[in-house]
């Protein structure tokens, strides 16, 4: 069956420090792999999206990096901050083209 | 950046009644309008996925006659969960799209908590 992981345990880190998420699939050929941030109580916000051709994507503290050999995708925030606190969820392109799969996110604390 | 509203924010309803949730989408005409349920500490789940004009495809397991589903306008959509009972009680969620394709990113709501008593 289709499966899509993250870290269940919270994510601690200090302040500055390079925070890692990953986000592993199995039965999956996904086209793309999206990340979204959630905060509590709230609905999620788009990060950034990559395209199966693409290695790695950038967008300011923000790298994503997708395998589709290890079928594995990295997130990393780079200079942490407080404010980077929230839950992040990675999606998949199901059902060929149309619809998203959201794993069920892992939390991330940076402690000041 | 495009913005998705949702009301109410929070309901609180007796069981067996209907409750409508709206979803708009702001500054841009949405092509697909998704919705979305999450219980504490779970992922998402897609419901449905609706286009404007047609009937919603719903998601293995969803009821489409509990979970009704307009999509009346490039700007609206509307969730009704009838005769709502207490294990219908969860955080809903509602994204817009445009374009057919996931490569084209999903604006959520900011969610409504629903609470049957």
């Known amino acids: 069956s289709q499966k899509i992981e993250q870290n269940s345990e919270a994510l601690n880190i200090q302040e500055g420090k390079t925070a890692t998420l990953t986000c592993n699939y199995t039965?999956?050929?996904?086209?793309?792999l999206q990340w979204y941030r959630q905060d509590p109580g709230r609905g999620p916000v788009f990060l950034l999206l990559?395209?199966?051709?693409?290695k790695e994507k950038r967008k300011e503290r923000l790298k994503v990096t997708f395998d589709t050999t290890l079928k594995q995708s990295l997130f990393h925030i780079t200079a942490s901050q407080p404010a980077d606190s929230a839950t992040y969820l990675c999606?998949?392109?199901?059902?060929?083209?149309?619809?998203?799969?959201f794993g069920k996110g892992t939390m991330l604390l940076v402690s000041p | 950046g495009a913005v998705v509203s949702q009301h109410p924010s929070r309901v609180i309803c007796k069981s067996g009644t209907s409750v409508k949730i709206e979803c708009r989408s702001l500054d841009f005409q949405a092509t697909t309008m998704f919705w979305y349920r999450q219980f504490p500490k779970k992922s998402l789940m897609l419901m449905a996925t609706s286009n404007e004009g047609s009937k919603a495809t719903y998601e293995q397991g969803v009821e489409k006659d509990k979970f009704l589903i307009n999509h009346a306008s490039l700007t609206l959509s509307t969730l009704t969960v009838t005769s709502a009972h207490p294990e219908d009680s969860s955080f809903y969620i509602c994204?817009?799209?445009?374009?057919?394709?996931?490569?084209?990113?999903?604006?959520f709501g900011p969610g409504t908590r629903l609470t049957v008593l």
């Open positions: 994204s817009a799209r445009v374009g057919r394709t996931n490569y084209n990113e999903q604006f």
């Open positions: 039965n999956y050929s996904p086209a793309y």
């Open positions: 990559i395209r199966e051709n693409e």
């Open positions: 999606a998949l392109d199901s059902s060929g083209y149309s619809t998203l799969t």
